[in-house]
């Protein structure tokens, strides 16, 4: 009973934080926002380059998408409180100008002397609480610029742990202790959102804003008023079938670059370029921190001549070690004469990560294939025609990985069949039993046979049902000695003729049915068995390359005779 109870309570205190969770902890929202780009190289706005300069930023807005996290550096954290910090002084400081004003014409004022005291006494106090304000604001300035350079120095040491880092264990013991406390983590994650929830909402200025500059203290005070935390601005230039597009990046408040995007490419392929601008804005505006790889690479020959590509980009090893922005990537290590080896990951930042590369050398030699019965065709490997050494025999080069194959008939029709593993060595040889044909059309046959037969057994249960139902109603009937035995006879004769029928009907769709099946299985491929009656003969290149020959030449004269025969 108290193990019940506990649970009870647990069950309750966690719903009751899950409900308060969100009064008390608000999920960060990092807005991003592009207005109408320009063109460089036109005097006139026509309607195409008017979409186009629509267009282009909205599709950018769209590959980035808003799974992009970004990691709120302090620095950052310090302008948006310097900002909100100066436009409160700003404020304060109007009220305090009018309250002086207000407090000089009162001497002009037809008061009595205890008037005028009491007027003057009402306005000094109201400036000395502006006063006091701006006071107390400068002071928070000074404060907030000693915590942001004692964060950025902190940062700058690597002593900044991101909360993803702590254990479950961690998060559940700080679980109640957090819940009242201001999060003091020096880099503060936030969700991507779009300006106006739109990727097709662009940020459009006033007319009083158009001719400022996106750095202008009034077009910032604008864009901030909006919501907008990035701005993407950008221009570009088309001649002929060519575009180029330049991307610029401006954070608020600050008003500073933090990025800048350049793509070159056809005006035809504009998805390809506003997914490569994309692609390189998501480091920038995750503001990802920095992934140490440490690459060991075994054997140790192969490591001399070990290359590295991430994201397709060459890279440099310095010490078996390499430094990447944190996110996905796809990294490739490459080896003269071993295989390739490559692997995509995400990479999560402030984090080191061990690479081990174990370099294989590539399996070469021949392997031969041998159709079990004679059949008229060619023999497609690994996306290459294997030349045909015997009759019913054919030979293909093999790297040691698993073969995909296919056999193609005289008339078209197809069968795929696999080499698995363990039979692609060198001097290998296998044997299939392949049976091409049209395999749509052959499982849309047995299809419509299976539904025939099914239609059949659902027909043929309607008078077994009404002569097994008559049945036992005149059983009854002639126990009562109501009806004569013949009659009910009758009924039990038809009852088992119907039954037997309805029972002949589900074998023959349930038969179909399984043949139905088997059908739809046949489009896999066919595995491949060792040939145990057939030896492996060795052919020299220079053999194999006169055997080619030989076969273009015989299916050279074979298509000149079909058409000679068309012609006639």
Not at 14 to 42: H, R, Y
Not at 124 to 139: C, G, M, V
Not at 204 to 229: C, H, M
Request: glycine share 4%; proline share 3%; charged share 25%.
């Amino acid at each position: 009973m108290t193990k019940r109870f506990s649970a009870l309570f647990l069950i309750i205190i966690l719903n009751g934080v899950s409900l308060c969770l969100p009064l008390f902890c608000e999920s960060g929202k990092w807005t991003i926002a592009a207005q109408k780009f320009t063109a460089d190289n036109v005097s006139n706005e026509d309607n195409v380059n008017s979409k186009t300069a629509e267009m282009l930023p909205s599709d950018i807005l769209e590959k980035i998408g808003t799974a992009v996290t970004r990691n709120v550096m302090p620095e950052e954290q310090f302008e948006r409180t310097k900002y909100k910090l100066r436009t409160e002084r700003q404020s304060l400081f109007l009220q305090l100008s009018a309250e002086y004003k207000k407090r000089d014409s009162l001497v002009l004022a037809n008061y009595s002397d205890y008037k005028l005291k009491t007027a003057l006494k009402e306005s000094q106090k109201k400036i000395t609480s502006l006063q006091e304000k701006i006071t107390a604001n400068l002071d928070e300035l000074k404060k907030a610029t000693e915590e942001n350079e004692r964060k950025m120095a902190a940062v700058a040491n690597g002593d900044a742990e991101l909360q993803t880092q702590e254990s479950e264990l961690n998060k559940f013991k700080n679980l109640f202790k957090k819940i009242f406390e201001k999060d003091e983590s020096l880099i503060q994650q936030e969700q991507i959102s779009f300006y106006g929830n739109d990727v097709s909402k662009l940020y459009t200025p006033s007319n009083e804003l158009k001719e400022l500059a996106v750095t202008d203290s009034l077009y910032e005070k604008a864009v901030v008023n909006a919501g907008i935390n990035t701005l993407l601005t950008g221009h570009y230039s088309k001649y002929g079938d060519y575009i180029s597009v330049y991307v610029d990046m401006y954070i608020y408040p600050g008003v500073r670059k933090i990025g800048s995007v350049a793509e070159v490419g056809s005006v035809k392929e504009l998805e390809l370029i506003t997914t490569s601008i994309a692609m390189q804005l998501v480091p920038v505006i995750s503001n990802s921190l920095p992934v140490e790889l440490v690459v060991a690479v075994s054997p140790q020959e192969a490591a001399p001549k070990t290359v590295v590509y991430i994201d397709d980009v060459l890279q440099k090893i310095e010490s078996g070690k390499l430094i990447v922005d944190s996110g996905i990537h796809t990294i490739q290590f490459i080896s003269e004469g071993y295989k390739a080896a490559g692997t995509t990951y995400a990479f999560e930042g402030n984090k080191k990560y061990f690479i081990d590369i174990n370099f294989e050398k590539p399996k070469s030699g021949f392997i031969q294939v041998e159709l079990k019965k004679p059949l008229n065709g060619s023999l497609l490997m690994n996306g290459e025609r294997a030349i045909e050494v015997e009759p019913q025999k054919s030979q293909i080069a093999i790297n040691g990985k698993e073969i995909l194959g296919e056999f193609v008939a005289e008339n078209g029709e197809t069968a795929f069949f696999y080499i698995p593993h363990k039979l692609t060595f060198d001097s290998s040889n296998v044997i299939i039993n392949p049976k091409p044909m049209d395999r749509m059309a052959y499982i849309d046959k047995r299809r419509k046979i299976m539904y025939t037969s099914y239609s059949i057994f659902i027909i043929s249960l309607i008078p077994t049902f009404y002569t097994l139902a008559n049945f036992k109603n005149n059983a009854n009937l002639y126990a009562n000695n109501q009806i004569d035995y013949e009659t009910a006879k009758n009924w039990q004769t038809a009852s088992n003729v119907s039954k037997a029928i309805s029972l002949g009907c589900g074998l023959f769709w349930g038969y179909e049915l399984v043949r139905y099946l088997m059908a739809a299985n046949s489009v896999l491929p066919q595995k491949a068995k060792a040939s145990k009656n057939s030896e492996f003969i060795y052919y020299t290149p220079e053999e194999l390359e006169e055997i080619k020959k030989r076969n273009n030449t015989v299916e050279t004269e074979e298509i000149s005779n079909q058409k000679d025969g068309e012609t006639e």
